[in-house]
């Protein structure tokens, strides 16, 4: 056990997790097909091949994740026993709204999300709930073209106002887009990044697509989000005023791979690329650079006066952030590298520090510089730490006649990372309020449909078909984080 600096009394510790990573029940009590139910499983090698609808035979790991739909109640008393004081996961946006352009929403899913959030607010836990974690309607897509299309925005507000005003006396933490940032970099071609501007945006290019015309609809989609969310800020903080929302961004820490300016330049536009989707949130506009992008290549080019009125008027309360791992940057030439040819860098391994199985860099120390620079993009901003966690293969073994994990890895990474984090509270005053880590109970892996790539303290008993009892144990990480909770920080 570390001894780390001990963080103040009212800060939020707990986990999350998304509901198509965990609910299952994919169509029952009148949920329509979201844009995660046509997602295939993948693994490390091969990626998540997005079917058109659901086709019979294929192995599609959300339609069961790990049966929370029936398990909430005894898997949240489970996060009370460690002493969690919050808990993030997201509404299925097609439990409430189906297709999504139904003027009506599904009562069975409000009434399902009813339950779940009042069961969090009798163990002691506030709920911090995402709107749209990589799951929208698959009507949307087939029938609009995903959020390319303005009328996107006004579905997604209808369903806002409807959660907002059934749960406005029981959630006071909001998500708008879970990592809204990660579709940017789908400009090298590949299946991570099919993934990712689908997730997202549902949006799925025909082969031979060129980066242009991806560029255009990314920023186009991006844009109809952001305006999306800000119009969510705006009605939500007419439906409660003591609302807190906020935006929600994927941080990876960048490095230059060599002391070259080129490198360090194209350091600076990789987070650019990314960085400003933050800024529109926080800021309610563009950054130059972008407004320039955009003048310079016509992407993003069906906009309005009443969406920059709408963005300058719903900037959000807080910022949200996942964080796994750190990159490095390297320029692949000497000419000036620019956002319109995001091809002019390339990410390499970073040989001074080890990598998860799945190749994900741990870099404990990137946190705190990422809090750090976060605080001097925008100071004083509360920033909660919604996602960071070590996805590992575990070993379910027999202890003393009890099944358990002995999850040592997991343990030294967070604690590593919480050790930082605390840093950057202490030392550098960094406005911190939460710390929710990635995913306290096993769950599909979003990024390969995989169980066995698992983050939980809650060992999950089922495999990458679905085969299995799907019973909860204790990993030695359950007592360990329950720990950390206890003496705020203190036992690592
Ligand atoms: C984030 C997502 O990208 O990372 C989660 O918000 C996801 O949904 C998490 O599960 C970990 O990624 P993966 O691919 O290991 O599940």
């Known amino acids: ?18 509901a198509h990573q ?9 949920k329509g097909v979201s844009i995660a139910d046509v997602l295939t499983a993948g693994s490390h090698e091969v990626p998540r091949e997005i079917t058109d609808g659901v086709i019979a035979g294929k192995n599609y790991p959300n339609h069961h994740g790990i049966y929370f739909y029936k398990t909430y109640k005894e898997d949240l008393a489970m996060m009370a ?16 709204f189906p297709n999504g352009d139904e003027d009506q929403p599904n009562e069975d899913g409000l009434a399902f999300y009813d339950e779940m959030f009042d069961t969090m607010l009798e163990l002691g836990i506030e709920p911090v709930i995402t709107l749209q974690h990589f799951e929208m309607p698959y009507h949307l897509v087939t029938e609009y073209g995903g959020w390319t299309n303005r009328k996107v925005i006004d579905f997604f507000e209808n369903y806002t106002r409807v959660v907002f005003e059934r749960y406005k006396d029981k959630v006071k933490y909001w998500i708008t887009h879970n990592e809204i940032s990660n579709q940017a970099n789908q400009t090298e071609v590949s299946g991570l990044s099919d993934f990712l501007i689908w997730t997202n945006s549902g949006l799925k290019f025909a082969a031979g697509t060129t980066i242009e015309a991806r560029q255009a609809a990314m920023y186009q989609a991006a844009h109809n989000e952001l305006v999306a969310s800000a119009r969510a800020v705006r009605i939500g903080h007419e439906i409660n005023p003591d609302f807190k929302i906020g935006a929600m961004l994927n941080v990876a820490t960048m490095y230059p791979a060599t002391t070259k300016p080129a490198d360090q330049l194209a350091v600076q536009k990789a987070r650019q690329q990314r960085d400003w989707f933050s800024d529109v949130h926080i800021r309610g506009a563009y950054p130059n650079e972008l407004e320039k992008l955009f003048e310079r290549t016509g992407w993003r080019s069906d906009v309005t006066d009443q969406d920059f009125i709408d963005l300058a008027a719903g900037k959000v309360d807080y910022l949200s ?40 860099a741990i870099d404990p120390q990137g946190l705190r510089y990422a809090l750090n620079e976060l605080n001097d993009l925008y100071p ?54 939460g710390y929710l880590s990635w995913a306290p109970i096993d769950i599909v892996s979003a990024g390969t449909g995989e169980m066995k790539k698992r983050y939980g303290y809650i060992y999950v008993d089922l495999d990458d078909f679905g085969e299995g009892t799907a019973k909860r144990y204790k990993k030695a990480s359950f007592n360990w984080y329950q720990q950390v909770i206890a003496s705020r920080g203190v036992d690592l």
């Not at 026993?81 to 409430?96: D, H, L, N, Q, V």
């Open 380 to 433: 004083g901003l509360p920033i909660m730490i919604v996602e960071n966690g070590f996805g590992a293969y575990d070993e379910l073994i027999e202890k003393n006649g009890v099944k358990t994990v002995n999850d040592d890895y997991r343990m030294a990474y967070l604690g590593e990372h919480i050790a930082e984090v605390e840093k950057a509270v202490v030392n550098d005053g960094i406005p911190v309020i």
């Open 22 to 30: 965990a609910e299952g029940y994919w169509d029952a009590d009148g």
């Open 81 to 96: 026993e460690m002493g969690f004081k919050a808990f993030r996961t997201s509404i299925a946006w097609t439990r409430i």
């Open 1 to 18: 056990t570390k001894k780390g600096l001990q963080l103040p009394e009212d800060f939020l510790w707990g986990g999350a997790i998304a």
């Open 321 to 360: 952030i996942s964080y796994y791992a750190s990159s490095v940057i390297r320029a692949k030439d000497d000419d000036d590298s620019e956002l319109d040819a995001a091809t002019r860098w390339e990410a390499l391994p970073n040989d001074q520090i080890k990598a998860s199985d799945w190749g994900w």
